[in-house]
Nanobody, 119 residues
């Protein structure tokens, strides 16, 4: 199984970024996909998830971030709008069979991509 994130970078507060995550070696359509993030000195936290049941978001990003997936491309996306300095973190793509979990109960993790939001 291989999970590869892309799309991180440096953006000013109020700006937007789109993260992409390509997964291989899994039956993508039946897997829940999600994003976690970890800021310096903080614990890794759930950001968003998507499965056949729907989409789920942390309260801190609800209304600003949108998760989507393209099963034909085995890819999940995280559109991040109205970014804030507190969104600065390493963002990890995750995957597991079945449903989304907001806990770190995922079988597969990517290496992470850095998102930095300047004030």
């Amino acid at each position: 199984v291989r999970i590869v994130e892309s799309g991180g970078g440096l953006v000013q507060a109020g700006g937007s970024l789109r993260l992409s995550c390509a997964a291989s070696g899994v039956t993508f359509g039946s897997y829940a996909m999600g994003w976690f993030r970890q800021a310096p000195g903080k614990e890794r936290e759930f950001v968003a998830g998507i499965s056949e049941s729907g989409t789920y978001y942390a309260n801190s990003v609800k209304g600003r971030f949108t998760i989507s997936r393209d099963n034909a491309k085995n890819t999940v996306y995280l559109q991040m709008n109205t970014l804030k300095p507190e969104d600065t973190a390493v963002y990890y793509c995750v995957s597991r069979p079945g449903e989304v979990s907001s806990r770190r109960l995922y079988d597969y993790w990517g290496q992470g991509t850095q998102v930095t939001v300047s004030s």
